[in-house]
């Protein structure tokens, strides 16, 4: 079951990508396996998928402990100062840096490790406010003052889009904020990339990377439905 959900969540990438001219290289897929247990996340590593995503501390590490080292981690989930120190220095990347507070905490956790951490700032584009994320009109702001901490990486911007019964209607947003990646980088700020744009998740990342994802976030898809009663 997994591996031919894999299988379709590729061959939809794929097509996605001829769609939009881009090359399959430009996206990379991360398996969302937050809730799942070990013994399917190695089913879909021995299919040949490195790139994990979870949103619970506890949860990764655990999984971190039992799992092969080359695993890419991404923390995608809503992130408290108090756990920053048990992740830092173990993640691809923190897709989900929404204040300078949370970001001042990785610096000082990354300074004392001595290592350098790739993040992202999560934006809240529809302006939802059920979601974590700033608004689009505090972004550069934001992203000029972490920039200023030399132990960070600014790669570039992550947005979790409304839940829609169609993908077309995340279209404009998924537009808005590719824009908003491409007058961040225009502005040439030290420090910040603004390569990488994490968007897309199982309801509507072919749309996604039709409109510029590098990173889609897909976990129902691969994993099935997740049950938070167990
Ligand atoms: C759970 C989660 C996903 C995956 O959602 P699916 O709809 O199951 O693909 C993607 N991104 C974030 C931030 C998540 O929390």
Not at 159 to 171: K, L, M
Not at 195 to 222: F, H, K, N, P
Request: hydrophobic share 40%; net charge negative; aromatic share 4%.
């Amino acid at each position: 079951m997994l591996k031919e959900n894999l299988a379709q969540v590729e061959a939809n990438i794929q097509k996605a990508c001829e769609k939009s001219g881009r090359t399959r290289q430009e996206v990379t897929l991360i398996a969302v396996s937050k809730t799942k247990p070990v013994e399917m996340l190695q089913t879909i590593y021995d299919c040949g998928v490195r790139d994990f995503g979870e949103n619970k501390v506890q949860e990764m590490c655990d999984k971190m402990d039992v799992l092969p080292k080359d695993i890419k981690w991404h923390m995608i989930g809503h992130l408290q100062t108090n756990k920053v120190k048990y992740i830092v220095g173990k993640t691809e990347l923190i897709h989900s840096v929404d204040s300078v507070h949370l970001a001042a905490e990785i610096q000082k956790q990354a300074v004392k490790k001595n290592v350098t951490v790739p993040i992202l700032i999560e934006v809240n584009i529809a302006e939802e406010e059920s979601k974590f994320g700033i608004h689009k009109e505090d972004t550069i702001a934001m992203v000029r003052e972490i920039a200023t901490m030399d132990h960070l990486q600014i790669k570039g911007l992550m947005t979790i889009a409304p839940f829609v019964e169609n993908a077309e209607d995340n279209r404009l947003y998924f537009r808005e904020i590719k824009q908003l990646s491409v007058d961040i980088k225009n502005q040439n700020i030290d420090n910040v990339s603004m390569d990488v744009l994490s968007m897309g998740m199982t309801g509507d990342y072919m749309v996604a990377i039709e409109e510029g994802a590098t990173l889609v976030r897909v976990g129902t898809g691969i994993f099935g439905e997740r049950n938070y009663n167990i």
